[in-house]
């Protein structure tokens, strides 16, 4: 019997992801910069599309993805952490047209 390893448990998960009908693709064949933890594509196809019904704006994509990526100087995991909050509990963009709610 071969050991269990992390590399066994990630490939497992996946195969539970692959079941509910998400693709998967290796990170080493992802276009991105090193230091992007964002996906900005990915994110930002997302944000057009969830946020279609709202009328969302490319430059509200832009303050959306500026929000999550600035640098507040703070140490990584700070960062990190703040930006998780962002994520998750929400915040608000000035809307381009101010009639628009934020």
């Not at 090193?34 to 969302?56: C, F, N, P, Q, T």
């Not at 600035?70 to 915040?91: H, I, S």
């Amino acid at each position: 019997m071969s050991p269990f390893t992390e590399h066994a448990l990630e490939m497992g998960i996946m195969e539970l992801f692959k079941q509910q009908g998400y693709s998967y693709q290796s990170g080493e064949t992802i276009h991105k910069e090193l230091s992007d933890v964002l996906l900005r594509d990915d994110l930002w196809i997302y944000l057009k599309s969830r946020y279609a019904a709202e009328g969302i704006t490319p430059l509200e994509i832009e303050r959306v993805i500026a929000k999550l990526t600035a640098d507040n100087g703070a140490p990584l995991y700070q960062q990190n952490v703040q930006t998780y909050r962002l994520m998750t509990e929400g915040f608000t963009i000035k809307r381009e047209d101010a009639s628009q709610r934020e």
